[in-house]
C-alpha cells in the first residue's frame, strides 16, 4: 500500500508542477505583453512631445520676427508724425510738404506686412518648418480680396505686386492666420459645428445650436452663407484722421486728465533727443491763423487699439491683472506653421507707449514700440486656426454649394460631416442623449489652462 501510494505521489507531482509552470508561463506572458505595450505607449507619448516642443520651438521666434518688423512699421509711420509737427509748429508755411509725408505712412503700412512676411518665412525656413502645401494658393485670395480704402491711388496693385514677387521667391513656411476668416456666427462656415459631428461633442450642440437641431429639416434652413472675409495680413490697423494744427495743442481729456497731443508729441520727442515743438502754434500773422486751422490726415491707432478688458471678458485666457505698459490689444502677428507633421500656432505683438501711456483709438501714432511678446492665442479678437487647406478649400469651394443645393463633395472630411447631420437617425440620436444628459454639459473654458492657446491652435 505504502509502495502504491508514493508511485502515485510520484505520478501526480510532475503533473502539478506542469500546471503551475503553465500559469506562470502564461502570467509571465501577460505581464511582458503589459510591459511592451506600456514602453510603446511611452515611445509615442515622448515622440509626440518631443514634436511638440519642435514645432514651438519653430514658430514661437517665427511670429516674433513678423512682430519686430510690426514695431518697426509703427515707430517709422509715427516718426514721420512727429516730422510732420515739427515742420507745421516751426513754419505753417510748410503745409504742403507735410501733406506729402501723409502718403509715405501710408506706402509704410502698405509694405511693412510684406516685410513681416518675408522675416516669417526666413525664421521658420532657418527653424527647419516644413513648406506649406496650397499656401501660396489661398495668400494669392487674400490678396484678391483686399483693399485699401483712402490710400493713394494704386494702393491695391502695389500691393499685389510685392506679394507676387515675394510669392515667386520662395516657399511658405508660416501662413498668416489672420489673412483669411469667416464669420463663425453662421454654422456652415463655423469650424466648431464639422468638428462637433465629427468628434461626438453633443454638449457643443447643447450650447450653440439646439434649437437648428431640434428644427432643421434640409441645407435650406442654414441660410445665405456670407462672403468670406479677410484683410491686410499682419496689418498695423491704422486709421487716417483729420485733424489741424491747432487741434494738436488743444487740451483734451485722457484717463482723467487734461492734456494735449502736443504734449505726448514732446514726450517722445525727448525720448528721440530732439528738439520740442514750441509752446503754441505759430500764429503771428492773419495767412497763418487760417493754415494753422487746416485739416491734415495723420496716422493714427484704428479700431482694434484697445485695453484688453474691452473683448470678451468671460473669455479672456488671463487670469491675473495685466501691467499697465501692456494693457493694449491691436496689431498682432498669427503665424502657423508645420514641423515633423506637427502644426504650431503662435501670436506675438509689439508693445510700446509713450510718457508711459499706452496708445489707444483713434489717438495719434508716436511711436515708442520698443518690445515684442507672445501672448495667448485666445486673447486676440479673431477666431484663430491652425493653416488647414481642407477646411480651406471647403470654405471656398464647399459651402455655397451645399447652401444652394445640399451638394456635397467626396474626400472632403467636412462634406462627411454635412452628410452625418443630414441624416435624421443622427440628430434623433444627439437630440435624445441631450434630453437626458444635456444638463450635466459644461461650457469649455478657452484656451487648456492658464497660458492660454486653443483647440485647434496647439
Known sequence: MLRRAFSLLRWKAPRDASSKCGQAVMLLLALILAMAAMAFWVIDTHHAVLARLRAQDAGDPVALAAAKWQAAGLNLIGELNLIRAFMLADDVDNLADASALYELQQRISLVTPLLSLQAAQHTARLNRATPLPEAKEFLRKCAQMVEFPNFYPGATEDFNNALETLLRQEEIYAFPISAIYSDASTLLSNQDFYEAILGGDYCWFWFNAYQMLESYRSHRDFGPVPEISTEIFFSLSLQGHPYSLNELYRAHYRDGEMKTIAQQMNAQLHELNHPLLPDNPPTDEPFQVIEAHTLLPWMTYGAAWKPWKQMRQDYLPIRADVRDEYDVLGAFTAISIERDDYPWLTVAKPFGSVGGEPPRTNELLLGGFDTVRLVPVDSTDATLRAFNPEWLRHLYHHIREYSQSGRTFGGCRYCNALVK???????????????????????????RGASGGSHYAH
Open 421 to 447: 447631420w443630414d441624416n435624421p437617425a443622427y440628430r434623433t440620436t444627439v437630440s435624445t442623449w441631450l434630453s437626458l444628459h444635456g444638463h450635466t454639459c459644461r461650457r469649455p473654458k478657452p484656451g
